[in-house]
């Protein structure tokens, strides 16, 4: 495979991200904002943005469960809507094309990665599959979490072009949007020396710091309070959530108990009943045999599959689980798995989680959890196990999976 792209390729991508615009574009100007973002979180986003209307904002004056970087985000989209009429409708037109031009570099991401990863006609074919996929696409109007998927595909692209110190800025601003892309860290450990990963780690702990602390000084007790809410939180939607008897969302309630900083870190529902110690130790011991037996011979793509992996893991060890964080798992699927063994995961995790969030959950039949929780359980435990066996494969062994699956 040449370094160089050639330029017919980069027409058919050219040609692929303005089918993917163009589609979301008439989506935005066709229906109406209240229908578009029904079931997501827009509406909460912006009940919140609004307080900036009296001059209060996230970190300073309320609490926040977000990290840093959306919830400024939304007040100045919520300060622009206002410059232009006002309205939760101009928000939603304003915010979504924020999140629009998100999932376009997503896009041209992922095509980027996947022509470095394999050759120029995986690529294209993977970027017409992930713009056809529906949970990127619905997520755009309903969550933020498509500007998390960016942040960790930024920081693979930068590091696999051997840009760390850029990819590590990247990771700290991604830290500071969800924690969520500091994930890919022990993929850097596992792939450069220790000096190399000592000053990646060095700069994305300074780009996080650069932003956490004028916060801490400005908010105080507010900050401190909005750091400390997603450790503060009981379980949601997982095996441990069943576990303790927690058959609810991982909603927090109305957005004016964000100026309470005691009810961010105030659980809403039954207390863990495993100990989260154990948890540790039993996953732990799991991530740390993959991550030292894994085989790295000049093989990037496994980088990006031990961040696969991590997230997988990840995922079956947190106590809550969100439906919108399938849209950072699904480009890393695509990347690392054969093309249809990515998409038998991905149809099937996207149909379970849809059909636990809008389709029951909005309908309050929450014993349904049961079912849909332990459908996904098992999805994940499957797919890591996948991760696992191409992490662990000898060098010829590896090469065929790669291709073969």
């Not at 399938?326 to 690392?336: G, K, Y």
């Amino acid at each position: 495979m040449s370094t160089q792209p050639s330029s017919g390729w980069r027409e058919r991508c050219r040609f692929i991200l303005v089918l993917f615009v163009a589609l979301r574009l008439m989506m935005l100007a066709t229906f109406p904002a209240d229908n578009l973002t029904l079931y997501g979180d827009y509406p909460y986003y912006y009940e919140l943005a609004r307080y900036s209307e009296q001059g209060y904002l996230p970190f300073i004056h309320y609490w926040s469960e977000h990290l840093p970087v959306f919830p400024f985000l939304s007040v100045g989209v919520y300060q622009l809507a206002q410059m232009l009429g006002g309205g939760y409708h101009v928000y939603v037109y304003l915010l979504g094309l924020v999140m629009l031009a998100v999932g376009a570099g997503n896009l041209v991401l992922l095509m980027r990665l996947a022509r470095r990863l394999r050759d120029e006609e995986t690529a294209e074919r993977l970027g017409w599959v992930y713009s056809l996929l529906f949970v990127p696409l619905i997520n755009t109007w309903w969550t933020f979490d498509e500007l998390t998927a960016f942040t960790i595909l930024l920081t693979l692209d930068l590091l696999l072009s051997g840009r760390e110190r850029w990819s590590a800025v990247a990771m700290g601003l991604g830290g500071m949007t969800k924690l969520v892309p500091l994930l890919v860290f022990p993929a850097v450990m596992r792939s450069r020396p220790w000096r190399c990963w000592m000053v990646y780690g060095v700069i994305a702990a300074a780009v996080m710091v650069a932003v956490a602390a004028p916060l801490l000084v400005a908010g105080g007790e507010m900050a401190r309070a909005s750091f400390l809410s997603p450790a503060g939180r009981s379980s949601w939607e997982t095996v441990w959530a069943l576990l303790d008897g927690n058959l609810h969302t991982g909603l927090l309630g109305s957005s004016a108990n964000h100026f309470d900083p005691a009810t961010a870190t105030t659980p809403v529902g039954h207390p863990a009943r495993v100990p989260e110690g154990v948890k540790l130790v039993l996953f732990g011991l799991v991530y740390g045999v993959v991550f030292w037996q894994a085989d790295w011979r000049e093989n990037p793509r496994r980088i990006v599959t031990l961040v696969c992996f991590t997230l997988v893991l990840f995922f079956l060890w947190s106590e809550g689980w969100s439906p919108q964080w399938q849209t950072f798992l699904f480009p890393l699927l695509l990347l690392v798995l054969p093309l249809r063994r990515s998409l038998l995961f991905i149809l099937a995790s996207s149909f379970v989680n849809l059909a636990e969030w809008p389709v029951l959950l909005s309908r309050g039949m929450n014993d349904w959890l049961y079912l849909t929780v332990g459908v996904r359980t098992a999805l994940f435990v499957l797919l890591l196990i996948d991760l696992g066996g191409r992490l662990g494969a000898s060098p010829r062994r590896g090469s065929v999976a790669v291709e073969q699956g």
